[in-house]
């Protein structure tokens, strides 16, 4: 069940995550067609999940459940609810982070995931975006950094449409299949960002 | 007093373990403006952290590499000499002058990628000191660790740092824009790579 509401970017909602939300963030984390592009290796029970995520109440980042309305999520699935869902209105689709931060620099990276059957309709897209107000407009970054694997095409249209400027390309950065694999670097900075938010918007955010 | 070579020595240029009697050497320079402005690091390290990494991380064989960069000093008080305060005694066969220091790190292990990092005092800048550290660190990494890909970097001002990646095999991978808050202004850092394969025609394999 999601934790308590912490920002709304229409249609998703960011919550916290909480003991009862381990399952979902598990699934995230272990389920192939999510893990290989997040580059998680090592797919983990929930002990080290929650282990792990102690470590970012400790850190400078965030990890935010990312929610959308029941209906939304019932458009999407084809059904009414899911037994192993919140019986609230809040259904959890996937989760957003920022970490590595530095203060003194104002830079933080992202990372984000939506589940294979809410993909498609532009949760991830609002997510992010809703991530990135946090990040330039409460944390005061001033730059935010994505690394992509080589080949993850929607992650880069995702980036691509706010805004993220691509930067390099780490050549044979990962191993996958006993081959090397390139990441993409990409940059956005905060004038670049409220330059793009002043343009006229799809929609709101609070 | 610098630890025995890690690396064998290239001209007089060697990379030996970190030991105890060293810390007032990186205590000095980590804090120093003319090596810390170009990391950059912007807060200041007192002893007892530094002695906590030291018993950490620096003592931690699992986690990389980091060695001091030593120059052989003559016997009779020719070559670099210290400015610590610690004349190199005339009776040792050869008395090693830290003038530096490298460390490998972030070591990925189904990646097999790690970073790679490196300072030298001023006064040992300009004559190939870092360069030679480097090859010997990338010789290291390349053939002892069997990593397959090293990354690197350097803030966009410069460009000793640059020349001296680029020199060892580097090739720039990207501009991560406003990284850094030099000076009062925002500057880039220009990210390195260096995959194994092209370390090793370069060199000709292994020595």
Redesign the interface.
Same mark, same amino acid.
């Given at each position: 069940m999601p934790g308590p509401l912490f920002a709304t970017g229409d249609p998703v909602s960011l919550h916290t995550v909480e003991e009862d939300d381990l399952s979902f963030v598990q699934r995230g984390w272990t389920d192939p067609s999510l893990r290989r592009p997040l580059s998680i +290796?090592r797919p983990m029970n929930r002990e080290a999940l929650s282990s792990f995520l102690e470590t970012v109440d400790d850190s400078a980042g965030v990890k935010l459940l990312t929610c959308v309305d029941k209906e939304d999520a019932a458009d999407e699935r084809g059904s009414a609810g899911d037994d192993e869902q919140s019986p609230d209105d809040a259904v959890s689709v996937g989760t957003v982070s920022l970490f590595d931060v530095v203060p003194?620099?104002? /830079?933080g990276s992202i990372a984000y995931w939506i589940a294979p059957e809410f993909q498609g309709s532009g949760f991830g897209r609002a997510a992010v975006r809703r991530l990135l107000t946090y990040a330039f407009d409460e944390r005061r970054l001033? %730059?935010v %950094?994505a690394d992509v694997l080589a080949g993850n095409d929607a992650s880069v249209a995702l980036l691509e449409r706010l805004g993220f =400027?691509h +930067?390099? =390309?780490?050549?044979?950065?990962?191993?996958r299949a006993g081959q %090397?694999v390139d990441t993409n /670097?990409f940059?956005l $900075?905060a004038h670049e960002w409220r330059e793009a938010e002043d343009r006229p918007t799809d929609g709101g955010v609070n | 007093m610098p630890g025995p070579v890690v690396v064998d020595a290239a001209d007089d240029v060697s990379l030996r373990t970190v030991e105890r009697t060293d810390l007032d050497f990186l205590h000095r320079w980590q804090n120093h403006p003319t090596v810390r402005r170009w990391m950059p690091r912007?807060?200041p390290v007192r002893r007892p952290r530094l002695v906590e990494e030291f018993e950490g991380w620096l003592s931690d064989r699992e986690d990389g590499l980091q060695a001091l960069v030593c120059l052989d000093s003559k016997p009779d008080g020719e070559g670099v000499g210290t400015d610590d305060g610690n004349e190199s005694d005339a009776a040792d066969e050869s008395a090693m002058t830290p003038v530096g220091f490298v460390s490998l790190f972030d070591e990925h292990p /189904?990646? %097999?990628?790690a970073v790679v990092s490196a300072w030298v005092v001023p006064r040992a800048r300009g004559r190939g000191v870092a360069s030679a550290a480097i090859d010997s660190l990338l010789a290291h990494a390349f053939d002892e660790r069997n990593l +397959?890909?090293l990354?690197a970097g350097a803030i966009a001002t410069n460009e000793p740092s640059q020349a001296t990646l680029e020199g060892a095999g580097f090739?720039?991978?990207?501009? /991560?824009?406003?990284?850094?808050?030099v000076d009062g202004e925002?500057v880039d850092r220009i +990210?390195y790579?260096l $995959?194994a394969d092209a370390w090793r025609t370069r060199n000709g394999g292994a020595e």
């Open positions: +290796e003194e620099s104002g /830079v001033n %730059r %950094r =400027v +930067e390099g =390309v780490n050549r044979g950065q990962k191993q %090397r /670097v940059g $900075l | 912007s807060h /189904v990646d %097999r990628s +397959e890909k990354v090739e720039q991978e990207a501009r /991560v824009r406003e990284r850094y808050f925002f +990210e790579g $995959l």
